[in-house]
């Protein structure tokens, strides 16, 4: 059995995850690992869970939340479900 990271649950079924910068991370639930791991939107400080927007080396959760914080304004399109015209 191993112990939670963010919870400190003493749990047989955890898991570890292994970071690019060579960090060693171990969960009881995918719930802990996206609160140690994900990162924030710079805008609404909600989680990102999917692919989100860069702007320049800052990350947003949506293309609305990029527009209002960043400075590009129409420049960033969110193209899932966009339409083409």
């Known amino acids: 059995m191993a112990i939670c990271d963010v919870c400190g649950n003493d749990y047989w079924m ?4 292994r970071t690019v910068g060579g960090g060693v991370h171990t969960f009881d639930s995918f ?3 996206a609160q140690r791991l994900a990162p924030r939107c710079e805008h ?4 990102i869970l999917g692919h989100g927007v860069e702007v320049e080396g ?3 959760c949506c293309a ?11 420049e960033i399109r969110d193209a899932v479900g966009a339409h083409p015209g």
């Open 58 to 60: 800052r990350f947003f």
């Open 44 to 47: 609404c400080e909600t989680r």
């Open 64 to 74: 609305h939340c990029a527009r209002n914080a960043a400075e590009l304004g129409s």
């Open 31 to 33: 719930e802990c690992a």
């Open 14 to 17: 955890t898991f570890e995850v």
